[in-house]
């Protein structure tokens, strides 16, 4: 718990008395009401049927490993399968040709008799632009993700923990993943890719990660008691300090002439090392609309239990005369 204060003097629209604001806030521990899974699912296919049917026979694979992990009980929301057509292992291929073209550019000042496989790939790509090479591999990806919920109660707490490290261990195996649900590429089309595939592993490790991985987490959701029991603790604590401040300044309080309140997060442990869903929405994420929809006031997700605290604040204007 904190407090804080502010005087002003700011004119009311039906009295010309200034306003003393004042704002306060009470901390709110809740205990989780649900576990969540978050996990994002890419397969491949030659053609951009063969990737759909792939990706929703594999959502059927998901849901039978969890169901053998023993509850009954949980909720799944999938979203729509999206498709894209792209070069084999390779995240961005503009990004990557760009950075070959810098390489190979910096390599000719540095070697003018430069002769390798970059610069073989360069010309390569010459030959496409105009029509007298075999074009880059490129395969159907199609991607979607699963939101899975399970509810927790008093009595069920501590099975949650442990069915949360279970859940964990599940989202690392291969057959949960998908691993093997990828284009076989000929060894042709391997060589023809590979410096693409070394460029493209360059660029994305320069760039920030992005939390794509499987998220467990657990839900925290204010309810309206406790809401109510932390506005009147800071209207009381806010009113107390606006009196022993009015005192001070040889003033009297007067009516409540403005009132507002908010609910924000508390800062995480540093014990927390996933991510934090504020509001149950993750920034920098592929799948923001989605997680959108989930915002509520009262609501938290943490991948630690323990992290799942929301602060009320309220802020006060008194007359005073």
Known sequence: ???????????????????????????????????????????????????????????KTVEKLLEQLGRTDGQYRWTMPTLTNTVPFVDNPDSARQWMRRQAAQMQVNNPQMRGRLREMLLQEEEELDGDAEPLPFIHAATNRLVAQWPITEETLDGSIEFGAKLRRLAQSKEFRGAKLRVQLSEEELEQIMPLMGASAYVSSSMPASNTESQVLYVGVMTESQEATALKKCFEKAKGQALRLAQAA?????????????????????????????NGVLVSTPYAVQDAQEKTERRILQSNPNDLVLSVNVQ?????R
């Open 1 to 59: 718990m904190c407090l804080a204060q502010s005087a002003s003097t700011l004119p009311n629209a039906s009295s010309s008395a200034p306003l003393l604001s004042v704002s306060a806030q009470e901390a709110v521990t809740l205990q989780p009401v649900a576990i969540q899974l978050r996990y994002p699912f890419r397969v491949e296919g030659r053609e951009a049927e063969e990737a759909i049917a792939a990706i929703r026979e594999h959502r």
């Open 250 to 278: 040889g003033k009297e309080l007067g009516e409540v002439r403005m009132i507002s309140s908010t609910i924000q997060p508390m800062g995480a442990n540093n014990s927390n090392s996933g991510p934090t869903y504020v």
């Open 316 to 320: 006060v204007g008194f007359e005073i």
